[in-house]
């Protein structure tokens, strides 16, 4: 709502009372009855072909906020449509309900993570049953819940028997106050975004999960997926990242004792190089550190900040130069320096990189740094000068200069003539390499799945029997301690190993919540008490026909889905490969952004007139932003349903802009639909009279319409679906009373069901048909009408439009003059002229020059 819109007004104020439709009471009722008959229950054994909705389940953090409900709006649409359609339609709902948000909320208010997860989910929860939603609550589930990590406790140990998981040290985020690893959107310039302290990189033992091994198989599979935007299948074929490149080894020169191994993706730069980068943690910069104070000084400076390649491009770029250096494969007498730096990572690669400053930013921001040759040996057009003065490196393509003997040739030609040289010689090797790394799923808190693996000295890592699962979280923690309270717990820690009998511990990790939302999906198709799910069910309604969600999720929530669908193949628990056949990606709800004059944000509803409603000062507008907790600039849509009904808020969700582009929240625009809604009650209330007679006009504008409708729904089209229904409705209000109006009125309450469906529910009983209007059939429509039988003709003189004429479609040219000439306004136009010349262009117009 925008600062200047004033309190909010109540339907009574509006020019169109609201006395004879009551949303709140029709909401409630209907509610109920589906409710009580489970209208929305799937059947795994129902006959009809099976049709599985999903939108992207909720972190329950609160409150739904505006976003949510266009999401689940548009979702809803579709099952509603998809069962009117002869479809049993799987609509599920659960929640994301892990995470650190929750134990943030136990250190700051004092509460048990799980209290204030399951207390955010009953009022979410109420809130979305609010909105109508055709949801089976039958099958929520809440991944907090041992009845739901008990089976993925089993399904990690199902991949952990097939080969899929191991263990092995890794650099972590550490966050030395708070004693925690951090994950890198909580690391902030450096620093714990909670503690404000110096994050460290450390390496701590971590779990795995092998999804390199399906890198190919995710990458080509893209390729299947037809009904997924192009950009999101970009996206992950960016992040799993196949490149074909060179692997080898730089000779070393003495003091060095021993070669340095990189791997390029751009061997054709090779002749560019001026440097080799080695890792904090290669076994060279050791080496150096064990004997050389200031090298292991510069080593410990690296163990500060990010570990990620994003955060490695933008930090401050810093080398060590060890003293030793390295000799050119094709030339001898070419040395290169051997720096350690800070931008290079043992778990990327080799641990070491090739510099080519001229051809990659990094390198370019190192040599600047550090006085390094930058030479150009890749020309864009006519430039073939070795020095290259810029301060941005050029990537794009070209041929290749100041390199003998591959002088002339294209990247890729050059690539080929040194990968074919390496292998020649000896000294190197053609490889494929993904930018993709395995799923580091271990996370050092408490409020997520337990690892079931126990730890014993004498066995090793020891999977928990299956007997025990779920290993379920101990209630009695605190939080007053910084650091994992699993680590400190006096019992639950400690157990027997079940191989040898000895003292063991458990695992304190808890898993990464991406694991909980990999295969969430299939438990909502399948949920026995005794195993995560039953094969020949699941398949039954796999893979999810339409999935739902923001493009924020695109690249690792949906890629770990892929992947954990692809090990269940592997290990034989699914026989399928792609867990979701349709995606879409809605655009987010938004809304300005306020600020009082300290600087605090301020939600919309303490904004009035551009001022603060406590305090009456003046407040700065900010911009219009993603609906976010953060910013205050959530609209809370419970006290806009008590105001106007689901129904409006509902209409308004879907008509306002393409569901894939943002949408603005808008005061005005919900009175709008609430207006709407109200138009609406009244046609259908007036169902009853004309019952004689037939309207061929508008008999085809509603065959039109119910083909139309239905189409966009398919497409997801829902804005284009309610303009051809406000033009419906706009039809029929002009139409006389016959039988055709009271036809098209009776199949207008079924097209808008989906979008209303308490509106249409009323309506439906109230002219007595029997069942409810959300088990009705779609309406049919005859192709005969779809076919327009008359055109618009638009009449023009000297070209200015004077005139249209609807003639039957297809008359001659001939007929169609005649009925210009014999127009009225254009018979007084020309005032007994004969026009000088007359064009006509069939079913389209006529231009009369005069």
Same mark, same amino acid.
Request: charge should be negative.
């Given at each position: ?67 949510? %409900? ?190 340095? +191994? ?16 080695? &890792? ?8 150096? &550190? =064990? ?70 930013? !990094? ?14 040996? %890749? ?40 990968? &074919? ?7 190197? =090797? ?10 580091? *799923? /271990? ?55 079940? /191989? ?34 039953? !094969? /020949? ?26 992947? #954990? ?40 509803? +303490? ?17 219009? +932003? ?22 409006? *808020?509902?209409?308004?969700?879907? =008509? ?18 609430? !207006? ?12 009853? %009279? ?9 008999? !085809? ?7 139309? %409708? ?52 009323? &309506? ?13 059939? #779609? ?10 039988? +008359? ?48 064009? *006509? ?10």
């Amino acid at each position: 709502m925008p600062a200047t819109s004033g309190a909010r007004r109540s339907p009574a104020d509006l020019t169109i009372m609201a006395s004879r439709y009551n949303a709140l009471k029709s909401d409630a009722a209907w509610q109920a009855i589906w409710d009580e008959r489970g209208t929305f229950a799937a059947r795994d054994d129902s006959g009809k072909p099976h049709a599985y909705v999903l939108e992207m389940f909720p972190y329950p953090s609160g409150k739904i906020h505006m976003g949510h %409900v266009r999401n689940y709006t548009m979702g809803d649409v579709l099952a509603r449509y998809r069962r009117m359609t002869g479809h049993e339609v799987l609509h599920p709902m659960g929640w994301d309900a892990f995470g650190m948000p929750a134990e943030n909320a136990a250190m700051d208010k004092g509460v048990h993570p799980g209290t204030w997860t399951r207390a955010n989910i009953a009022t979410m929860k109420a809130q979305l049953k609010r909105l109508g939603f055709a949801l089976d609550w039958s099958r929520e589930l809440a991944t907090c819940e041992p009845d739901y990590y008990g089976h993925e406790q089993a399904l990690f140990l199902d991949l952990f028997a097939g080969g899929l998981v191991y263990r092995k040290e890794s650099s972590v985020n550490w966050d030395p106050v708070d004693m925690t690893v951090l994950a890198n959107e909580q690391v902030i310039d450096g620093k714990g975004w909670r503690s404000g302290a110096t994050v460290e990189k450390r390496k701590l033992n971590q779990w795995f999960l092998k999804i390199t091994d399906f890198a190919d198989e995710l990458l080509d599979g893209l390729g299947d997926l037809a009904h997924w935007p192009d950009k999101v299948k970009l996206m992950q074929e960016n992040w799993i990242g196949r490149s074909r490149g060179l692997t080898f080894r730089f000779a070393p020169v003495v003091p060095l004792d021993q070669p340095i +191994e990189v791997y390029s993706t751009r061997p054709d730069t090779i002749f560019g190089a001026s440097f080799v980068a080695i &890792a904090a943690d290669h076994p060279v910069a050791q080496e150096l &550190a =064990s004997r050389d104070p200031d090298a292991a000084a510069f080593i410990e400076r690296c163990k500060e900040g990010g570990t990620t390649a994003a955060e490695l491009e933008t930090q401050e770029k810093l080398g060590f130069d060890t003293g030793y250096a390295v000799q050119h494969p094709f030339d001898a007498d070419w040395t290169l320096p051997v720096y350690i730096a800070n931008f290079v990572l043992m778990d990327y690669g080799t641990g070491a990189v090739m510099g080519v400053p001229a051809h990659d930013q !990094r390198d370019l921001d190192f040599a600047r740094k550090y006085a390094l040759d930058v030479t150009r040996v %890749v020309a864009e057009g006519d430039t073939v000068d070795p020095v290259f003065a810029g301060d941005t490196a050029y990537t794009g393509p070209g041929r290749i200069v100041n390199s003998r003997f591959l002088d002339g040739l294209s990247v890729d030609e050059a690539k080929g003539q040194v990968i &074919a040289r390496a292998e020649a010689e000896g000294w190197g =090797s053609g490889s494929t390499v993904y930018r993709l790394r395995d799923w580091g *799923v /271990s996370r050092q808190r408490y409020w997520g799945t337990p690892i079931p693996i126990i730890h014993c000295d004498a066995c090793g890592a020891v999977p928990v029997p299956r007997e025990q699962l779920p290993v379920v979280l101990p209630e009695d923690v605190s939080f007053d301690i910084p650091g994992n309270p699993l680590d400190r717990h006096p019992t639950w820690r400690h157990i027997p190993c079940p /191989s040898c009998g000895g003292d063991a511990a458990r695992e304190t990790d808890t898993l990464d919540t991406f694991v909980d939302s990999s295969w969430y999906f299939i438990r909502f198709a399948s949920q026995p008490d005794d195993k995560p799910f039953d !094969r /020949s069910v699941a398949e039954k309604w796999l893979p999810v026909g339409q999935y739902i969600g923001g493009v924020e999720h695109a690249i690792l929530h949906l890629l770990y889905a892929r992947f #954990w669908t692809r090990a269940l193949r592997h290990i034989g628990k699914l026989d399928m490969a792609e867990p979701f056949a349709g995606l879409f990606t809605q655009g987010m709800v938004t809304h300005a952004t306020f600020r009082s004059d300290d600087g605090r944000w301020l939600n919309p509803d +303490e904004v009035t007139d551009g001022k603060e409603t406590a305090t009456g000062l003046p407040v700065t507008i900010g911009r219009v +932003e993603k609906m976010s907790k953060s910013k205050k600039n959530t609209v809370d849509p419970e006290p806009i349903v008590d105001q106007y009904g689901a129904d409006a *808020v509902r209409w308004f969700m879907l =008509s306002d802009s393409p569901p894939e582009r943002d949408l603005e929240w808008s005061e005005n625009g919900i009175e709008g639909s609430w !207006r709407f809604v109200q138009r609406l009650w009244r046609l259908f209330d007036g169902d009853a %009279v004309g019952e004689a007679g037939s309207d061929v006009p508008l008999d !085809r504008k509603l065959h039109q319409t119910i083909a139309g %409708v239905g189409a966009d729904i398919e497409a997801l089209q829902f804005n284009k679906a309610v303009a051809k229904l406000y033009e419906l409705v706009n039809a029929i209000e002009r139409a006389q009373p016959s039988a055709s109006r009271t036809a098209a009125i009776r199949a207008a309450m079924l097209l808008v069901a989906p979008m209303v469906p308490h509106l249409a529910e009323e &309506a439906w009983a109230a002219i007595g048909r029997e069942g409810l209007i959300a088990d009705a059939d #779609w309406p049919t429509f005859d192709p005969a009408l779809l076919v327009e039988d +008359e055109v618009t003709i638009a009449i023009q003189v000297n070209g200015k439009l004077r005139d249209t004429l609807v003639l039957p479609k297809g008359q001659s040219k001939a007929e169609i003059e005649a009925a210009a000439l014999a127009s009225d306004k254009i018979v007084r136009l020309l005032d007994g002229q004969t026009p000088r010349k007359v064009i *006509v262009v069939p079913d389209r117009l006529v231009n009369l020059v005069a």
